[in-house]
């Protein structure tokens, strides 16, 4: 019962424990759902980095066989399934693997599995194919469609997301029940290696091992380049020039990824979207000009980061006529404010082809991740609450607020719906392969080399049950989706009359929408039954 224990651990000063137990409880649910706003205040620079890391290409020189002259072109390093896989997917779960990584850490010379990493990352899965789903479906404008436009691809990444769970559940329960072997823990994270494999096997159309499906044609460049017409005004800062919007959201039409463009050929005017996420707005006189955030110095865009970093206002919430809806947005961003002050240390994204912007990204990933493992257990101790309930309800939703934040993105602005569904699909492949898979590699190793054993796991019984209830559920959620392409031809997005018309320029991006499928209550459900 709350209260009839006294905790004796702490966040910061000891002087936390004279506290109750319930308003210690409080403070450190305030503290876990404030991490979780620091998740989603990084997912901005992380995307930036990863749009710089994708859209790299390299020189390649070939020789006309015929004239037996060079032909010089731009090849893309990266290719786009192994980009959804790797960088997108990876990238988003990486709070998740981050926090069961560290609970892994803090148990090695134990010979049970630590509780907190196993059910992050089932109750995350639970979150992924569910809320995240329902969230794609209705965040295209009314009436516009998205489909996936390579089948085979998604079928492989459903496949062994699927072979994921069910692997998990032979672990537990068939092949060595309540037991993982140093074995079994090395097979889990090298189906991640073949899961890349086989999805880029598919991507490429392998003979024998691919399936043999057609794809409908995908955009040219996963992350279109950015040339902006954008309206410069001088300041006072060192001869600094700031960009200025000249089209309003109302008219572009948005179909990549990252970029916000307009497809009108006519004229095309395009939008420079700031090293962080609002635009400045200045005075003085006007002047129109062609340019790339490239072409400015490193530390007047590192200046401008900090800028951004401390503004709660911007162009667009200024034209607001809703007081209520301009208060709660300066609200918001005072939230942000902290965070993105912090973050604004990650050198600009142009570095390096953003590999290092990338990299730091994570690194802070790593330590929200952290600060989350430690609150967790506090709210245990001073609650008496089992770690594995918090990690599979709390814990789950919150880490995963990247994943809903990319796939949320990938939606709106990209043609088809392959990196939007991709992600929620390999995501879940990445939690069990990546998340789960590394941590027992950890502790199974440690435990076989100090003590001969393998790993024990403690509640591996309710770990089956969430997993079947999972798999299950899942069936039904995939069902929606193949329905809703036999029905309307695409995955995403749809007539008007099938949801509500979404107006959401006026909201922080990373708010969802308040009118959701139905889908979205299988979330809650499972996780009740999880917990039985």
């Not at 070939?62 to 037996?68: G, H, K």
């Not at 952290?370 to 789950?396: E, M, N, P, Q, R």
């Not at 995955?491 to 991006?509: A, F, T, V």
Request: net charge negative; with cysteine.
């Amino acid at each position: 019962m709350l209260g009839d224990e006294k905790c004796d651990s702490y966040l910061l000063f000891y002087g936390e424990t004279a506290l109750g137990n319930g308003l210690r409880a409080f403070l450190y649910f305030l503290g876990l759902a404030y991490c979780f706003i620091g998740l989603s205040a990084i997912t901005a620079r992380f995307f930036r980095s990863m749009e710089n890391v994708v859209k790299h290409s390299r020189t390649v020189v070939e020789i006309d066989p015929y004239t037996n002259s060079e032909i010089i072109k731009q090849e893309k390093v990266w290719n786009y399934t192994i980009a959804d896989i790797t960088l997108l997917a990876f990238g988003t779960s990486f709070p998740q693997i981050s926090l069961a990584t560290i609970d892994a850490i803090q148990n090695i010379g134990n010979l049970y599995a630590g509780g907190l990493g196993p059910g992050t990352l089932v109750g995350s899965a639970a979150f992924d194919l569910f809320p995240i789903h329902a969230v794609c479906v209705v965040v295209p404008k009314a009436g516009e469609l998205k489909k996936i436009s390579d089948i085979g691809v998604w079928l492989v990444e459903l496949f062994w997301s699927f072979w994921a769970y069910a692997w998990l559940y032979i672990i537990l329960e068939v092949w060595t029940p309540n037991v993982v072997t140093l074995w079994e823990a090395l097979l889990t994270v090298l189906m991640y290696g073949l899961l890349l494999a086989h999805a880029y096997a598919q991507d490429k159309r392998w003979p024998y091992i691919s399936l043999p499906l057609s794809r409908s044609e995908r955009p040219e460049d996963w992350v279109p380049a950015e040339v902006a017409s954008v309206e410069y005004k001088d300041n006072a800062y060192d001869g600094y020039s700031q960009i200025h919007t000249v089209e309003d959201d109302e008219n572009k039409e948005i179909v990549d990824i990252f970029s916000i463009h307009s497809e009108n050929q006519e004229d095309s005017i395009y939008q420079k979207v700031s090293p962080v996420e609002d635009l400045v707005e200045t005075s003085n006189r006007p002047f129109k000009k062609e340019t790339d955030s490239e072409d400015l110095p490193l530390l007047q865009l590192w200046k401008t980061q900090f800028m951004d970093a401390i503004k709660l206002e911007n162009p667009e919430s200024r034209k607001l006529n809703n007081i209520y809806l301009r208060l709660a947005r300066i609200f918001w961003q005072s939230l942000l404010a902290p965070w993105r002050l912090l973050f604004a240390f990650v050198p600009p994204y142009h570095i390096a082809h953003g590999w290092i912007a990338f990299i730091c990204s994570l690194i802070f990933i790593s330590g929200i991740s952290y600060i989350v493992t430690k609150l967790t257990d506090l709210i245990s101790c001073v609650t008496g609450i089992d770690s594995y309930v918090i990690a599979f309800t709390a814990l789950a939703a919150g880490t995963s607020w990247p994943d809903l934040v990319a796939s949320k993105i990938a939606a709106e602005r990209q043609i088809t719906a392959d990196s939007a569904i991709a992600n929620i699909t390999c995501s879940n492949s990445v939690n069990i392969y990546v998340g789960i898979g590394v941590p027992w590699l950890i502790d199974t190793v440690y435990n076989f080399i100090a003590y001969g054993e393998p790993l024990k796991i403690e509640n591996a019984g309710g770990l089956s049950f969430s997993l079947l209830v999972f798999f299950s559920t899942s069936v039904g959620c995939i069902s929606v989706l193949v329905v809703r392409r036999l029905i309307l031809g695409a995955e995403l997005g749809g007539p008007s009359q099938w949801r509500k018309p979404r107006n959401m320029s006026s909201l922080p991006s990373i708010l969802i929408p308040s009118s959701l499928p139905k889908l979205f209550t299988i979330f809650p459900v499972m996780q009740v039954l999880g917990l039985l």
